[in-house]
């Protein structure tokens, strides 16, 4: 059944690029039925409704070099939460993709394209082992590059894919190198012979400690590509460029969650290096805090909900470094739901508005498109954590208990954070939604068609019940999950008045304004990193790079290469113009020769005169 669930996407993508291609209508519904076959095949792993056992087989099996790698497929908990989120949101967003897309000349090859990213992804979820898991994350990578420059005839759009791509590739030469630190130590790459192992270093062993740091680290240097930590987050807001539909599968639901699910993964190896795990948390939480500030001062739709994701990510991965991997989880999936839910939402208006983005050109669009007005007033309060009712406030919460009990550095700067969360949602749909209307592109806004409605529709239920209790996806994700609430009333407390004044700061400031009181630079900017990175990296790396033209062409070409050419060019040439073939020249030349000779034996030579 996980072959089912891996290669139906793949069988998709490839009867899409070879053979429907000219008929759009077929391709995309090859697309998606493929998706819906995976996700019925989820189920029925997932929930054990006749599904065939997994199976795997060897691929590399080297004993001399203690090297065994299998493709399989891992059959736990952690993945069936893993796979019904990917396929789960995926299939809405396939839907909603062909009511958004259905006009581009593209179409087809969007949908072949958004198939081979569901087997990509769906290949990260189900690998068993490092050397598997590394092979789909690459190929994630390249399926995000297509997709992100899927419009590849805009610059814009063409420059976020190489950015994308780039950037990724600084955080994946750290993973691999990190997994080939745990083949060195551990002679193996699979997850359950590691498992064991690990136990058994952790009860004795000589290992060093720095090596294995080291290790960890550049494992966790995949997660900061994949998801977009600092420093390496500056390639998400730019890939904003590529379709909505894009937006919200790759950079909310699924792709960016991929380095989270990875080190919930390997969170066994994580725990050999504590001092690692309190730079993972730092790492985290800063990047949470940094991308919420950012997030107050942007004004394009897809922007503010990009830097969010970065700050929820954030939260993710300090989970992860203060040791609550369930808490992180159980956040990632209630994200998956509400962020994909506001990334459709804001697809949805920027259809109506003829892809406009800049909120403060919007307004009024509660009476033209109610369906989106209150799905996404849904999935605004999911995000800012509404209390009780909504799932973003109970996976939020169960991180900022366990840092309450584990970590008060990252509570604090995780509760600063909740209350910009909660300003920066509100401006957007204070002055996305609401007051008068602010530019002629409104007046002939229309509610999205159906195909487009009834995604958000499902995803704003699963926004509001995915945390309730009686749905137990904590439980789901680990059966032995039994939370420290002690002090969760304090906590409760502590968020709700961080949630008042997030959302009270932002009715006082954005109600009825046509533009945006508050300019600070630095936010707006996005503390400058792309300028820093422009001046020091690309700047540098153009230094470099002619430096190391001159050299090749002056030093190198000029002295040692032409230098000594033309130097045998010089010396022919001269013995060429003695070499004339007049006889005249010869005698002349001999004579020279016959009186240098006795020049030399007379007065040169010893005993001349």
């Known amino acids: 059944m996980n072959w089912i669930i891996l290669l139906t996407p793949l069988a998709a993508a490839v009867l899409i690029a070879l053979l429907t291609h000219p008929h759009k209508r077929l391709s995309v519904a090859v697309s998606i039925s493929a998706c819906f076959i995976s996700f019925i095949s989820t189920l029925m792993l997932v929930f054990d409704l006749g599904a065939l056992p997994l199976g795997s087989f060897t691929w590399v099996n080297l004993p001399e070099q203690s ?29 909603f993709a062909y009511g958004y897309m259905k006009e581009d000349p593209g179409l087809s090859r969007f949908f072949a394209k958004l198939s081979l990213f569901m087997f990509s992804m769906l290949g990260i979820v189900l690998a068993n082992n490092l050397v598997m898991m590394f092979i789909f994350w690459e190929l994630v990578g390249v399926s995000s590059y297509f997709l992100i420059g899927f419009w590849f005839q805009r610059p814009s759009a063409a420059e976020a894919s190489k950015k994308a791509f780039i950037v990724n590739r600084v955080g994946d030469f750290g993973f691999l190198l990190g997994i080939l ?10 997850f359950t012979v590691l498992s064991g192992k690990v136990d058994a270093m952790q009860e004795g062993s000589g290992a060093s400690q720095n090596l294995i740091n080291w290790m960890v680290f550049g494992l966790f240097m995949g997660c900061m590509g994949k998801s977009a930590m600092v420093p390496l987050h500056v390639w998400l807001p730019d890939a904003m460029e590529g379709p909505t539909p894009v937006s919200a599968l790759i950079h909310a639901a699924t792709m960016v969650a991929a380095g989270v699910y990875m080190l919930c993964r390997i969170f066994f190896i994580l725990e050999l290096a504590p001092s690692t795990m309190e730079i993972i948390a730092w790492i985290g939480i800063g990047t949470a805090l940094m991308a919420a500030l950012i997030a107050t001062q942007q004004n394009d739709i897809k922007k503010i909900l990009a830097y969010s994701t970065l700050s929820q990510l ?8 203060i040791g609550a991997v369930v808490a ?46 209150w799905t996404f007033l849904i999935g605004t309060a999911a995000l800012a954590g509404v209390p009780v009712i909504t799932s973003g406030f109970w ?26 969360t909660a300003f920066y949602m509100t401006r957007l749909f204070l002055v996305a939604f609401l007051g008068k209307e602010r530019s002629d592109v409104v007046a002939g806004a229309h509610e999205s068609p159906m195909v487009m409605k009834l995604p958000l529709i499902l995803l704003a239920i699963l926004a509001i019940i995915a945390g309730w209790k009686f749905i137990g996806i904590a439980n ?35 109600w009825n304004k046509d533009k945006d009181p508050i300019s600070l630079s630095a936010f707006a900017n996005k503390f400058y990193f ?25 030093v190198i070409g000029a002295v040692f290469v032409r230098g000594l050419s033309e130097f045998c ?34 007065f040169r030579a010893p005993g001349g005169l």
């Open 67 to 95: 090297l065994i790698i299998e493709i399989g497929a891992m059959n736990d908990p952690l993945a069936h939460m893993m796979l019904l989120v990917v396929t789960g949101v995926g299939l809405c967003i396939h839907f």
């Open 569 to 602: 060019g010089m010396a022919g040439g001269l013995l060429r113009l003695i070499q004339g073939g007049n006889l005249q020249a010869y005698v002349f030349i001999f004579v020279l020769g016959v009186l240098f000779v006795c020049y030399w034996i007379l």
């Open 395 to 420: 996976s939020k919460e169960e991180i900022l208990i366990a840092a309450w009990h584990d970590h008060k550095g990252v509570f604090v700067i995780g509760l600063i954070t909740a209350g910009l």
């Open 314 to 321: 954030g939260y993710m991965v300090a989970a992860v470094g």
């Open 181 to 190: 630190g745990v083949w060195w130590m551990f002679q193996s790459v699979d």
């Open 530 to 554: 792309d300028e820093i990175y422009h001046l020091t990296i690309v700047r540098g790396q153009n230094a470099w790079a002619k430096a190391l033209d001159w050299v090749d062409q002056w």
């Open 476 to 510: 789901f994700i680990d059966p032995g999950f039994d939370p420290n609430h002690e002090d969760g009333f304090i906590v409760l407390i502590l968020s709700i008045v961080m949630l008042i004044i997030g959302v009270g700061g932002a009715l006082g400031l954005y």
């Open 328 to 373: 992180s989880m159980f956040h990632l999936t209630t994200h998956a739901f509400f962020k994909a839910l506001l990334f459709l939402g804001a697809g949805s208006v920027i259809h109506a508005l003829h892809h406009e983005q800049d909120m403060w050109k919007m307004g009024g669009l509660k009476s033209k498109m109610p369906v989106t007005f």
